[in-house]
DNA sequence: TTGTAAGCGTTATCAT
DNA sequence: ATGATAACGCTTACAA
């Protein structure tokens, strides 16, 4: 031990995984890292992984499907004792790969009811659902939706599909709701606002996917001279800081991200010293009612 | 190769290491992912990479300088080929292990004159030393400062230097000039500012370390019925989304972080195949002129 | 060109 | 307990 010391001797940590054929690393792949809610989520992730001796190993995606299975052979490639992977839109080949080389892994951001395979997250349909009610509570009768790319985003698809059942249950027929596909970025959320309010009849309330369209779109109804809510109403999803800090202050969906990735990282921790779930739970979202969501000001019945 | 196939083969990633006494891998330390300025930066990082057929480890030190040697020796231990540090700040203890070892370094988003490490960042000080320039140009003679915590920060340390180093050459005492230290977040702006508002000559212009800061600041102002720029001018530093999105949009330090973390993982492949490098170049920052800074109502002489 | 064998630095097994 | 030795799955140098 007085050697170790004297000559600084760090295990080699190749040769150790290679005799142990373990390698104390997990894998995350996310689809990006330049959003707040991921790097957030990974913050707290990483932290519980570090508590338990493990570390992680990252990965993005870029919400491209094919990159996205390059990378999980790559992570398992190299070694990855678990891994967890965002929403469940995948091929099963994938799981099966997984399956068959007993990797455990957890998908985060979307809880599935009796999914079978460990997964952490909310129902976002339930919640998106649950935040049109409120909306079509004030009296808005047009809505529009500006949503990312649903294909292969199980977690777009789900809110889309929980406004529409929200707006179909208050007796609006579906189709009736524009809806516009854009990737997540600010200038694209004001892009696609400008574009739903030059429908022949403007939505008086616009459901955003995430906060930060949403703040897109504010910030081009500003410029259209628009007030909100007065004018239009806007809500987002997520409650990440821009949220708080735009003007006015988002009305949207808070999600726990740091809670859900600490969680991540103790279902994986359980799957690798073998320990049984008790089942998937769901994490809870709320409403934060803020400043971009009123009744229309022109009622109708 | 028809069997490589048939079986899905795969190399072991640890014996080939193991062999090879390389792994592919190189490693990024951070002190937080919950940042925008550093998870941009690591995204664009990681994309270059994997161009170069590599992938990138990261760990965050949480600001803590113990938690960074650690994960430094811990990324060392798993291999990595090269390494990411932010900022220069550490002991010679960490640099003398690295050099032992002859693992590539390169430090970024802080730039040093005649470093001799590579590093790849820009003038924390001279850009802060040009938006406070501005500011007082404007006719404020009374600044505040709120800034991250300076131990162990270069980054934070600089900008404070560059501050006070123009309020000195415009003949104002430097001492006269408050300087509150917080960790960043959004509520400790806000809490910093009302303090700072609280002296008995309240500053007419705040210089916030980065822009989560500044955003802080501005909401606690709106909060306290004052209005930005006219009563108090605020500025802040990184240019991330919040600062576009806030209100009034804020005026800040554009940093090309995504090219930072490029040229970061550029300098990092030359060094592993061996290439010289040409010496350190600092990346340009631009003042982004927005909605928070104005010359003072009540001008003096 | 193709094949063979000796490491690489651990872990794990089996004698002692 | 302690110590020797065979994997682990690759790379690489050297022979054929």
Same mark, same amino acid.
């Given at each position: ?5 004297q ?8 040769a150790?995984a290679?005799a142990a054929?373990?390698?104390?690393t997990?894998g995350?792949?996310i689809?990006?890292?330049? !959003?707040a809610?991921? *790097?957030? =989520?990974?913050? #707290?992730?990483?932290e519980?992984?570090? $508590?338990?001796g493990?570390?992680?190993l990252v990965?993005s995606?870029?919400?491209h499907p094919?990159?996205?299975a390059?990378?999980?052979r790559?992570l398992v490639?190299?070694g990855?004792?678990a891994?967890?992977l965002i ?10 790969y997984l ?13 599935q009811d ?5 997964c ?9 659902a649950?935040?049109?009610?409120r909306?079509l ?8 939706i500006i949503s ?5 985003n199980?977690?777009a698809?789900e809110r ?5 059942e929200?707006?179909?249950?208050a ?9 516009l596909?854009? !990737?997540y970025?600010? *200038?694209? =959320?004001?892009? #696609?606002f400008?574009?739903?309010m030059? $429908?022949?009849?403007?939505p008086t ?8 369209l949403?703040v897109?779109?504010?910030?081009k ?5 628009l007030s909100?809510p ?5 809500t987002?999803?997520?409650?990440i800081?821009?949220a708080?800090?735009s003007?006015p ?12 990735g600490?969680?991540?990282?103790q279902i994986?921790m ?5 320990e049984e ?6 994490l809870?979202?709320?409403?934060i009612?803020?400043?971009t ?8 019945a």
């Amino acid at each position: 031990m007085a050697a170790v010391d004297q000559l600084g001797y760090q295990p080699n940590f190749s040769a150790k995984a290679l005799a142990a054929s373990k390698t104390g690393t997990v894998g995350a792949i996310i689809p990006t890292m330049d !959003n707040a809610i991921f *790097a957030r =989520g990974l913050q #707290a992730f990483q932290e519980e992984l570090g $508590e338990h001796g493990y570390t992680m190993l990252v990965a993005s995606s870029s919400y491209h499907p094919a990159l996205e299975a390059q990378q999980i052979r790559n992570l398992v490639a190299r070694g990855v004792d678990a891994l967890m992977l965002i929403g469940t839109d995948r091929g099963d080949d994938i799981y099966n790969y997984l399956e068959t080389r007993s990797i455990p892994i957890v998908t985060a951001w979307s809880f599935q009811d009796g999914a079978t395979i460990p997964c952490i997250g909310f129902d976002n349909r339930d919640a998106m659902a649950q935040l049109t009610r409120r909306v079509l509570s004030l009296g808005h009768r047009h809505l529009g939706i500006i949503s990312a790319p649903r294909a292969h985003n199980d977690r777009a698809r789900e809110r889309v599909e929980g406004a529409l059942e929200a707006v179909g249950q208050a007796g609006i027929a579906r189709d009736t709701v524009p809806i516009l596909e854009v !990737n997540y970025s600010i *200038a694209n =959320g004001a892009r #696609a606002f400008a574009a739903l309010m030059r $429908e022949p009849t403007p939505p008086t309330a616009i459901l955003c996917g995430n906060d930060v369209l949403a703040v897109g779109a504010l910030g081009k109804a500003r410029q259209m001279g628009l007030s909100v809510p007065k004018d239009v109403s806007i809500t987002g999803f997520d409650d990440i800081e821009l949220a708080e800090v735009s003007y006015p202050p988002l009305t949207t969906v808070h999600v726990p991200h740091r809670q859900m990735g600490r969680a991540a990282a103790q279902i994986l921790m359980k799957l690798v010293s073998g320990e049984e779930l008790s089942g998937n739970a769901a994490l809870k979202t709320r409403i934060i009612e803020r400043g971009t969501l009123a009744g229309p000001t022109d009622l109708q019945a």
